[in-house]
């Protein structure tokens, strides 16, 4: 029997802050829209992972573990199942004009770059897991890779295309016109301002927003999770509920 | 007629049902504002600044003021959405008109871009 979780808040606080240390890697300028790209994509292929058999076994009451499927064989069809959607994924954010080629070779690859972006998404990976593992249900883990891959894929989309048109004007020396006061575009124009008081530019802008939509869904579903638990009928300090 | 209180349970699914349905408004929210940025930017790339002011120039000299020598000055350029930009014209030593005239083009995204103006508007 596995240990509960027995702190609601501290579990909500920790999902959240663990998902803005990409952030701090992209302000600090270690990491840009590709390495994003590659941290959030390992925690969300664990958390696919963990869902898909819980899924199957939700839906068809088929449980391959009691079937005799091997552990290895688990992995492997759980990890197709999340490579397939994945590199579309990859593929969709440079466009789908693009070519996986041209994205490899436009960007500045170093081994320890890629160890680094690597490395973080595995650390965001083995909480996830860890939550996952002590009770969140399958509804709220799917939600979670769900509405996780759709800011991703956005996200990393329109940020790597906004960085691309961000440079042609400032080769062109041309100017910015002003969006601020735009009809219709109160959250860009808040953004904008935004940003460009703090002196950023498009690609921290999608960091921003990437970085702040994954910390903003994990710290929301994980209370969802707290309040669909059994357990937390009782005092706040209640545990989730012990997958056996 | 009486109703029962709802049970800690059922706030509980309320609750959780208000914070799913509002998380998925503000992520549709957020990547509507990414998209629109990037947008916004992808028709900037594609206009020249000066081409614009050319543009605002000529046609508001035409169109309000042929006789006048007066240099007309574009003092703002604004992005409207829908691929159309606005420009402010201030005729700064004319006497007619003496306001500020606002243009209105629509943007081609084309290499290089196609501007035309399809509105002029005096602002007293």
């Known amino acids: 029997m596995k240990a509960p979780i027995t702190n609601p808040w501290l579990d909500t606080t920790t999902a959240a802050l663990i998902h803005l240390i990409p952030l701090a890697l992209v302000l600090a300028g270690r990491f840009d829209a590709i390495d994003l790209l590659i941290v959030y994509t390992v925690e969300i292929a664990v958390g696919l992972a963990f869902a898909i058999p819980r899924l199957v076994r939700r839906i068809s009451g088929i449980d391959w573990a009691e079937r005799g499927v091997p552990r290895g064989g688990r992995i492997v069809v759980a990890t197709m199942a999340v490579s397939v959607p994945l590199v579309g994924l990859g593929l969709y954010a440079y466009g789908w004009g693009e070519t996986a080629v041209e994205l490899v070779t436009a960007t500045d690859w170093s081994v320890a770059r890629i160890l680094l972006a690597i490395f973080t998404g595995a650390s965001l990976a083995a909480y996830t897991g860890y939550r996952l593992r002590r009770g969140d249900t399958t509804a709220v883990g799917l939600g979670r890779v769900m509405l996780q891959m759709l800011v991703l894929g956005f996200g990393v989309t329109y940020g790597l295309r906004a960085s691309e048109h961000a440079a042609t004007l400032a080769e062109a020396g041309w100017e910015l016109l002003d969006v601020t006061g735009s009809r219709g575009y109160t959250w860009t124009a808040w953004f904008v301002q935004a940003t460009e008081s703090l002196g950023l530019g498009p690609e921290v802008f999608a960091a921003i927003f990437i970085a702040g939509m994954m910390a903003l869904n994990e710290a929301v579903l994980t209370v969802v999770s707290h309040l669909r638990s059994p357990r937390s009928e009782g005092p706040p300090s209640s545990s989730l509920p012990v997958e056996r | ?124």
Not at chain 2, 13 to 32: D, E, K, M, Q
Not at chain 2, 48 to 56: E, K, L, N, R, S
Not at chain 2, 58 to 80: C, F, G, K, M, S
């Open chain 2, 1 to 124: 007629m009486s109703s029962t209180p709802p049970t800690r349970s059922g706030r509980r699914t309320a609750v959780a049902a208000v914070l799913i349905v509002g998380l998925v408004v503000a992520n549709f929210s957020f990547i509507s504002a990414l998209s629109t940025f990037e947008r916004v930017l992808a028709v900037q790339s594609r206009i020249p600044g000066d081409q614009a002011t050319q543009v605002c120039q000529n046609a508001a000299r035409r169109a309000l003021d042929p006789r006048a020598h007066a240099e007309p000055t574009v003092v703002d350029l604004r992005y409207l959405g829908d691929n159309t930009a606005e420009a402010r014209t201030v005729f700064a030593y004319s006497d007619r008109p003496d306001g500020v005239i606002r243009c209105t083009f629509a943007l081609e995204a084309s290499r290089p871009p196609q501007l035309t103006v399809v509105d002029l508007e005096v602002v007293r």
